[in-house]
């Protein structure tokens, strides 16, 4: 659950069936071929990154930048879910050399040794970067350093400007009677359970009592007038006025507002909202280990940011120099050092596989109650 | 007769490519699947996975699923009724009425919505189906100050886009089996004394029950086992037993529940089919 541009065009159902025979293949007779099939020869001159599409790694002009300074060419390959992207890991090893892992499953991606250690050393940007992101026990195991810390952003709650007058500030809006049939949230059980864990005043990675979250989300049954699924989505279903309140992504919310002029407002709500970051790291046996270093020291420098920032609109970077670098014009730049806002976040931690389960379990239960 | 090894060679020789290509292409991956349903994790994560039943175990735990496959079943259900109600009519006036060109013409038209890709077809339908979308403003231009018509997220919504997709399925095999009828049968009935009801009651819909059964099938088993059309046009509204197993595998990356969810969907269309099949037989065999 992170702030991403997904696919566009794709569909989930697409994407998602495509996957499906793609994993299944592989269970079948994939597993012995996949290795052979790995371009390794054009491996010198070409960095392979895996990201979700249209978060900022396949900007056309940054990757002619990236060439122009180093020769190498960038290609990429994308995931729909984290799942999905450790799927792809797991199947395909030795396949990428740069990967965007969000902080929840950084650890997840080390645990299970398809991502290595990264020579913060080749990385000159590394230690301007933020530590408290930097330094992070989610992306360092050991002593070394499987993630470096990328960009940054908020899962909270996305109005629109026409409809409230004034900032809906408390999270008990998308709750209040008043919004019925005008609320959303996103198909995704993780970010349901963490958004009413904090309604509820629980830890959001760890809610000890479950019963509790399950009847919060229960209750926003005659609120709901849909659950979205991608970025591509909402701004559909927001331009057609299908809600007026969202649990939204910060990035995406600024993109809605900047990109496609939709009256979008945002905020922090008093009891908080979800955190998030997400590094970079490289694949275990990545078949260009030294070009992953580059792109990934390219991708955290004040450059590139600023012209992602403000060409496309962007989560707000791990690196503060960056985020100084943005013209003071940039909404961005004030909206992300609201320090009493940051405050209130809670950051997103690995989850056990049981938790995992629980919480889906949960969500699908929780559906299946809605659809009555 | 007794078939010579010669035309025992023959037979091997001609089936048994098609026989090795279903093995490798729907067995292979069936049973992987099969076996996976038992595992207590995913063969990708690099563990021991050790033997259990208790991914089987979860369907029956849990009230939810039984709720979602009830759904998925009255939904395969309502979309086979109505593609029938549809698909039949249109299937008798083209095999008994329609002659010569114009024939080949209506059956092109029927055709055509294989043509396109699904996803964009329920996309479409999304237009078609919102609030301010075509079918909205149309009854707006007609009476104006009328209620909205927002069929978006609504279950109504997913039955219309699944009819869609899978009437052809239904047009095309009741049409096979109507054409099929000798017209002799029909004029004799009727030389006979029967009304044409009666003539339809007693022959034509005897006689073409092998198509409208072939084409519940073909959509009744997708329909159960659909994701994608109740997602897009259903919302909230559209849960089902596919929704839940496709997550499985793309969500949670649980893949042994997926597979033992499938599994038990496969069992249930196979209950079904059991118990119907003798009574359909019968019903077939006594015209």
Known sequence: MTGKTRDGKGGFGRVSRRNFVAGASALGVGVGLTPFLNRRAQASTEVKVLNWQGYGTDEKWALEAFKKATGLDVVHEYYNSESEMITKLQTNPGAYDVIVTNSAWNGRATEQGVIQPIDTAQVSNFADLNPSFRDSPLLNVDGKTYGVAWVWGITAVAYSTDVYKDVPTSIEALWDAKNAKRVSVRDDAIEAVSFAAIATGQDMNHPTDLAKVKEKLLALKPNLAMLWTSEDDWNKQFQAKAFDLSVYWSGSALRSKTNFKLPVGYVVPDEGAVGWFDGLAIGKDAPNAEGAHKFINYMIEPTYYVEWATKVGAPASANPKAMAALPDSDPSKAFYSDEAAIKRLQFMAPLSDQERQDFSDLWAEVKTEYAK | ?287
């Not at chain 2, 039943?53 to 086979?80: C, D, H, M, Q």
């Not at chain 2, 096979?176 to 004799?188: G, H, N, R, V």
């Not at chain 2, 909230?236 to 839940?244: C, D, W």
Request: aromatic share 14%; proline share 7%.
């Open chain 2, 1 to 287: 007769m007794t078939p010579t090894t010669r035309t025992r060679w023959a037979i091997l020789s001609l089936t048994g490519p098609a026989y090795l290509w279903l093995a490798c292409t729907i067995f292979l991956p069936i049973a992987a699947m099969l076996a996976l349903s038992f595992l207590d994790k995913s063969p990708l994560v690099p563990k021991p996975a050790s033997f259990t039943l208790a991914n089987y175990g979860a369907f029956f735990g849990k009230p939810f699923y039984w709720s979602l496959t009830r759904w998925s079943i009255e939904l395969g259900f309502w979309v086979t009724l109505f593609s029938f109600l549809i698909g039949y009519p249109a299937a008798y006036a083209l095999a008994k009425r329609v002659k010569g060109r114009w024939r080949e013409a209506i059956f092109l038209l029927i055709v055509l919505p294989f043509w396109s890709n699904a996803l964009v077809r329920i996309f479409s339908w999304t237009m078609v189906l919102r609030s301010n979308g075509i079918i909205d403003l149309g009854v707006q231009s007609i009476f104006p100050g009328a209620p909205t018509v927002d069929l978006l997220f609504t279950y109504p919504a997913v039955v219309i886009g699944l009819v869609h997709s899978y009437l052809p399925y239904m047009i095309l095999t009741c049409y096979i089996a109507l054409q099929a009828i000798d017209d002799s049968l029909i004029e004799a009935g009727r030389s006979l004394g029967a009304s044409k009801l009666t003539t339809f009651r007693r022959v034509v819909l005897p006689l073409s029950l092998p198509g409208i059964i072939s084409g519940s099938a073909l959509i009744f088993v997708p329909v159960i086992g659909s994701f994608m059309e109740p997602r897009i046009l259903g919302g909230t509204k559209g849960a089902t037993l596919g929704m839940n197993i496709e997550e499985q595998f793309t969500v949670t990356a649980n893949w042994p529940l997926g597979a033992a969810l499938s599994f038990i969907l496969l069992a249930i269309v196979l209950i079904i089919f059991g118990v119907l099949y003798p009574f359909l037989r019968k019903q077939g065999g006594a015209a």
